[in-house]
């Protein structure tokens, strides 16, 4: 007669494991706050003739207030970075959207030029802070299926990115503070449902075998970290260098503004687009296969782009390419170096480091080549990338090795 099995007693380690990081209301109040910071980094280009009017600045004066957003959020990013596990996932994100209502209430209502480019650094904190706490969040919070709903989650800061400018030209211009304070009034029923938030989430996996690349060596890691910190970087200078050149592009090679900023807008929507419809495919395909794919793609399209007849319909198919790189890259990164904990930190402040720095090198690079040659730079740039992707499936395929060094070895750098 055997002996009945018995199950160990449930610890209360094992009960926090098996507690959801987020509750479906704070699932739904999470891809609200992306439309909203979407949104915030999108109504300030549209409203830059507002501002020139009532301040009396020059272009490049006006142009400093997405600057000071960016700047704000990059510092949001390395803050909260330095706030996160230590706090408390609720605090944090809570004090990212006071921040944020703050800074925009404050911009809508700034007497000069100076309190406003105050105000934008502090909604872009709390912008960072957002940006970064969520998507660290859902890149180990649903398991397997982290990388679906990261692309779910970064695709609705695309809804956000559309509709921002949608209303200012719906109600003009001029009214930009009144757009400025309805979104600053709209983060704080937010904060009702960050009751849905687990103050503690869990570390990523680490395990050898976990799908999408083993954890790397410890020799290897700065490596990889920088690799991946260059494909974030270059990515995003060829999102932000489509966005800023596909209309010039398009007008030199004979296409009416009309056209060109049409095809620009169905660039940006084929970037929302593309984040959804990789949702699924995330469930199926690693996301070391959906990065190749997308960089592949991306230079493709860029090469095609070159094409006078094709460049619309080339540029859309950029947008529908190199949407599921970012939200697909996080869950990659933490399980291929779960041991540094400030990799995603590092990759999503670059990201917006990559934002800030592609104007002037592209513009630099036109200046020397002409316009017509801006996909062909472009995808120079998407090469790199998908060099860089390949470079990391290779490094960070599950190794025989021994990946925790033992005592007295060394560790490596410290990240």
């Not at 009960?15 to 979407?38: E, H, K, M, N, R």
């Not at 809804?159 to 309805?182: E, M, N, Q, S, T």
């Not at 090198?361 to 060099?387: F, N, Q, T, W």
Request: charged residues 10%; proline residues 8%; aromatic residues 8%.
């Amino acid at each position: 007669m055997t002996e009945p099995t018995t199950r160990p007693p449930r610890t209360r380690a094992h009960a926090v494991a098996d507690t959801p990081v987020f509750s479906p209301a704070a699932v739904v109040a999470s891809c609200v706050g992306f439309v909203l910071i979407g949104a915030l980094q999108a109504l300030y280009g549209p409203a830059i003739p507002a501002f020139r009017r009532e301040f009396g600045l020059t272009p490049s004066a006006a142009g400093l207030g997405l600057s000071a957003h960016f700047v704000g959020g990059v510092s949001g990013v390395l803050l909260f970075d330095r706030l996160y596990g230590r706090i408390g996932n609720r605090r944090i994100l809570a004090a990212s959207h006071l921040l944020m209502a703050l800074g925009a209430a404050g911009f809508a209502l700034a007497p000069n030029w100076p309190t406003a480019l105050a105000t934008a650094l502090l909604a872009g904190l709390g912008f960072g802070g957002i940006d970064y706490g969520l998507n660290q969040l859902f890149a180990v919070g649903f398991g397997h299926r982290s990388t679906a709903m990261l692309n779910v989650l970064n695709a609705h800061f695309g809804i956000g990115a559309i509709l921002g400018p949608a209303l200012i030209g719906a109600v003009g211009a001029a009214h930009y503070p009144a757009v400025f304070l309805g979104f600053a009034l709209a983060n704080l029923p937010l904060l009702l449902c960050l009751k849905g938030v687990r103050d503690r989430a869990p570390q990523p996996a680490g395990a050898a075998g976990t799908p999408g690349g083993g954890p790397v060596l410890a020799r290897s890691l700065a490596s990889v970290l920088a690799v991946f910190v260059a494909l974030y970087v270059l990515h995003v200078g060829i999102e932000a260098g489509v966005g800023g050149w596909e209309p010039t592009h398009l007008e030199t090679v004979g296409y009416g503004a009309g056209a060109a900023a049409t095809a620009t807008s169905v660039y940006w929507l084929m970037m929302t687009v593309g984040r959804f419809l990789v949702a699924p495919l995330a469930l199926r395909f690693s996301a070391q296969s959906l990065i190749t794919v997308s960089c592949a793609g991306m230079t493709g399209c860029l090469l095609l782009a070159a094409v006078p007849g094709l460049a619309p319909y080339a540029y859309a198919g950029v947008g529908l390419f190199i949407a599921p790189i970012f939200p697909t890259g996080l869950p990659w990164l933490h399980r291929a170096a779960p041991r540094a904990r400030r990799a995603g930190a590092l990759v999503i402040a670059a990201s917006m480091v990559g934002g800030v720095a592609a104007g002037p090198l592209l513009g630099k690079a036109i200046e020397g080549a002409g316009i017509r040659a801006v996909p062909l730079l472009l995808s120079a740039v998407s090469a790199l990338c998908l060099a860089a992707t390949l470079w990391l499936i290779h490094v960070t395929r599950t190794r025989p090795a021994v990946l925790v060094p033992g005592p007295g070895a060394p560790t490596g750098p410290r990240t």
